[in-house]
């Protein structure tokens, strides 16, 4: 711990100019690349007046075909989902590293950030109340992909000669197109996404959670942390490391007591809000449906408002992205199918709970406080609804984001740990090295604004659902199979319960 400290203090203590000047020098030399690659991945047609990103489209098709293609799963499966993270089927002798709860808790933590206190406001102000509505379709579509690449994810996984796992996008690209005669092209797309998650991780998943956290907390101190980013970061990355440094059993033993914590802590005070909104309630989600179906003063109407809701779900969720797929391959389990039914519980509650309760606190405060907000804008317009009631308010949801946060940067630690691994292999001087360097960009988030390098990492984060969502077209006949030979065999008995629900 004290070299971690002594490394991080030669990367971040060093004056504010200077950090200027890098922020000036890095962003002027990257700005053109960003650009460059954002305009590629983010390519936008326009169909009736909005503007549609061609990858949000790859993400919601997929979503529709595998949602069909597995027989409405997101529906029938969510009770089955209950008892499996109940631990009703749970054989404490199958391999893996976590239980069905652990995995879901990590991957719900990766995906749970600052996106659904802020990103919602962004979805409403451009789409309007009616983006709220196809949010939550995407999310309950978005189900089906989750379970789809999660059950591959443990299917393909490698169970190493330690006990442990690593799973993911990488492993089963490589392995499920090496069994279909293409191991060449199943080789290059595994090694395309592992870099990919890997950059991503220490972007979207690193610098931009903690710089977020940083920002919040200066805020509601008045500006108590002013010019002390170097501060703040050494702290975030210090405790990040103590967690991180144990690998998933540690980070699982700390995102399942943490995940259900700050999602009930959110809601709670957000619950008030909408309730003391009360009154507006039935105009706000009147308001949802009508804007839902006619997109008024949305750039190209309700396809406009269709739009930005389904954006706003797969940048929430990450169904497609292949990222939960990683955390969910870890769990202890023999059978695949499983994890696949488990994890379509996270578009649930990442998106058609928390992202709505988001939604609605800004859409009653828009109601009984038409103009709340000013000029304010993403999470500054969410703390100021939350103010309209309580002028104290803001500071619980300043906590809240800093968990939202700190949850999301351990979670992506795991991911970007398993693209470095599956590049450079599994030896634990090489896993220390990354996660001294995920720890270093930790402390970086907080003191330097490095947009264009932010925006390459979010691109890459969206690139690699290409791979993803073509892989998981082509081995949906194996989920399939799997499916049907698992819900055959818990019909006849032949899979039984370890425990029952009154003992659980």
Known sequence: MPRLLCLLSVLVLMPQLAWAGIDETINAATAPIASAISAFVFFKI?????????VVLWLVVGAVFFTLRMGFVNIWGFKHAIELVRGDYSNP??????THFQALATAVSGTVGIGNIGGVAVAVTVGGPGATFWLIVAGFLGMSTKFVECTLGVKYRN???DGSVSGGPMYYLRRGFADRNMAGFGKFLGTFYAIGIFIGALGIGNMFQSNQAYVQLN??????????????GLAMAAVVFLVIVGGIKSIAAVTEKIVPFMAVFYCFFALIVIFMNGAALPEAIANIFTGAFTGEGVAGGALGALIIGFQRAVFSNEAGIGSASIAHSAVKTSEPITEGVVSLLEPFIDTIVICTITALVIGTSAVANPGFAGDATGIA???????????????PLAFAGMLFAFSTMISW???GLKGWTYLFGEAPLGQTVYKLIFCAFVALGCVVQLGPILDISDALVFLICVPNILGLYVLTPVVKRELEGYMSRIRTG?????????AS
């Not at 805020?219 to 703040?232: A, E, I, K, Y």
């Open 93 to 98: 002798n199958d391999a893996g590293e976590v």
């Open 46 to 54: 326009t169909v009736f007046g909005a503007d549609l990103p061609l």
């Open 381 to 395: 317009m969410t703390s100021a609804a939350f103010e309209t009631q309580i002028s104290w308010f803001p500071i």
């Open 494 to 502: 032949e899979i039984k319960k370890y425990r029952t629900s009154k």
């Open 159 to 161: 169970e190493n000669s």
């Open 219 to 232: 805020t509601v101190t008045g500006g108590m942390f002013d010019d002390l980013g170097w501060l703040v």
């Open 413 to 415: 630690s795991y991911y």
